[in-house]
């Protein structure tokens, strides 16, 4: 499966891996099933870890449903911040273009290149037992 999840409450922070070939379906059952999981609480933090994707098969046309689904989670988001960790060009792109066509005032989001920089941004530290590829969740 090229996502997996966990929730660490503690840290009002929720991960999310996204790997191999990831495309507009994959990312958009990601984020339902993330932000309707009942350890998710409107406002946490979350992090897209977009590092191991290897292809990231977007259309232009993939857009606008990719925005029906942000705007479906709206109230289950909250306020808070999201980062998106995505180093590697398309993925990059595709992200910001993607942050920029889904409009959340009351969220802050960010793609960054390397994670150090959206932990900090997060003010977070990674769980110790995060791996991309395993679910798990941490209350």
């Known amino acids: 499966m090229p996502f997996s999840y966990m929730i660490d409450r503690g840290r009002t922070l929720a991960v999310a891996g996204l790997t191999g070939r990831v495309d507009a379906s ?9 932000y309707s999981d ?3 609480s409107e406002g946490m933090k979350s992090l ?12 232009p046309d993939d857009i606008p449903a990719m925005v029906n ?20 060009e398309p993925v ?37 037992d995060y791996t991309p590829g395993a679910r798990a969740h941490n209350g």
Do not use: C
């Not at 994959?26 to 099933?33: G, H, K, L, N």
């Not at 595709?94 to 409009?103: E, F, G, K, Y």
């Not at 969220?107 to 932990?119: G, H, K, M, S």
């Open 26 to 34: 994959v990312f958009s059952d990601a984020m339902y099933d993330l």
């Open 38 to 40: 009942d350890e998710w």
């Open 48 to 59: 897209w870890d977009l590092r191991y994707v290897d292809e990231l098969v977007i259309s």
């Open 69 to 88: 689904v942000v705007g479906s989670l709206r109230e289950k988001l909250g306020d808070g911040r999201a980062a998106f960790v995505a180093p590697h």
């Open 92 to 128: 990059h792109s595709i992200a910001r273009l993607i942050l920029l066509r889904t409009r959340v005032p009351e969220r802050e989001r960010r793609v960054f290149r390397q994670i150090n920089d959206a932990l900090d941004w997060l003010d977070v530290s990674l769980p110790d």
